[in-house]
């Protein structure tokens, strides 16, 4: 059976529907990977449509992975290929998970939560010319009737088909069926093509689940699609080096391993020792863990996998607000989330460090910025801030407390086209930019000082100003400093010369 699969996203590491793809080769389908790499923000070309239609010619099945900001986008993909060809459109992924009905307003058929088994059910029926409405984990539309199907089981747990996740392939990255936006064209991937486009990162999941259900997350609403089983599933560790050392020796130029999951320090103490004693023997590249949390994280694990070759570490800290950590539902207290940022800053030479912040909470007030503000100076350096603005995502809890007050009142405007990335340009917001660099650097911004820029009296007699002023122009120097201890000092101003003055001249912009 042919099958053409359409990631949507602005970057190659789609591990869901690579590893879908997998399972659909796996079963004996011909299965050619579609990445139309592009912004949400964007539509695309009629050249890039044009190519689609022709690549999409002799499909049996076409599939669409989507979260909620490219809704836009599936749509645009979908009605093109409908004007030319009568095969079901199938859309899966984040969105027709928490919208199915929504979603098959546009799509034959929508794959709910984690699809592996049902993909596998649906080709096998439609290859055997079989019904194939009454498959679980799905919904379809038949002629204008709205079918939901009941949930399956999740892949891994006691009553699934799936009963470990190490039965699940490894993601696909066999690119000789792979195609790619390249400008307008939609080209045949190859090495070089992969190079261009590819940053040579490698993201897996060495676990699925999450354990919280933070207000602001869809994991508070996946969770309660699944209230009787265990959320949180793990490979081993030997499932896990083996994909590692496949995609290493498939790829030999990848920089750097991303475990994306939300769980990965809740390994145990003596797999995380497994994992590390294996990853430095035979993988030896920098690896990078984005889901820590104060509560996950400790000394022993962290000292193993810092010696295995941990590059760096992300945490969600999100607010310090007290009101606003209860109005997300964030488990950890600031002393625990101040506990495991000084542990993580022991390993400052060898270890990077990344911390989330959520921005522009309509909630949320001047006195719960500041006192996240007055955390994180207090906090050692050097780190990272990721700062993002808060996007009513459907499916969170926040989506919901936001509809009924009528901060959201058209979806698709004040949803679905929002992006997380822009912050509202704020007095406060720009501290947090400010800080973000200063830490960055190594040079942090001192309590006494963040508590004069955010007093109130200070603020109101514009105290403030001339100090912010002086942050601002003084922070080249610093960056520049920077640069040279961190390159050397040779090395650094060879960098100058050569290819640093634009960048440097932006600074001092």
Known sequence: MKITLISIYPDLNSSGIRIISACLKQAGHDVDLIFLLKEFTE????????????????????????????????????QKLRENYNFPILWGGTHPTIRPKECLDYADMVAIGESEESLIELSRKMQNRQYYHDVKGMGFNDKGKIIVNELRELPGSAKAEIKSLDQIPFQDYDYKSHFVLNGEDIVKMDTEILKKHWDRIYMTHPTRGCPFACTFCVNNTLLAMH?????????????????????KDQIPSIRYIVFGDDAFFLMSLDEISDFSKKYKEHIRIPLIVTGATPSTLTKEKLSLLVDAGLAEVRMGIQTAGTSTKKLYKRPHTNQQVENAVRMINEYKDKLRAKY???????????????????????????????LFSLVFYPGTDLYRKAKKEGIIKDDLNDVYRKTYSTAKKTYLNSLFFLLRDYAFIGVGIAPKIMSFLTHKKTRQLQLHRPLFMILKIFYPFFKIKYLLHAKGLRGTLYRIKATQIPKIARLFK
């Open 43 to 78: 539509k695309y070309a009629e050249k890039t449509m044009n190519d689609l239609v022709k690549l999409t010619k002799g499909s049996e099945l076409v599939g669409i992975s989507l979260m909620s900001n490219f809704f836009d986008n599936a749509i645009q993909i979908t």
């Open 356 to 386: 989330d912040i959520i921005l522009d909470s309509p909630w949320e007030t001047d006195l719960d910025q500041i006192e996240t503000l007055t955390f994180l100076s207090k906090l050692p350096i050097p780190y990272w801030i990721g």
């Open 227 to 247: 209230p009787h089983q265990k959320p949180i599933r793990k490979r081993s560790v030997d499932n896990i080096i083996m994909e590692l050392q496949k995609v």
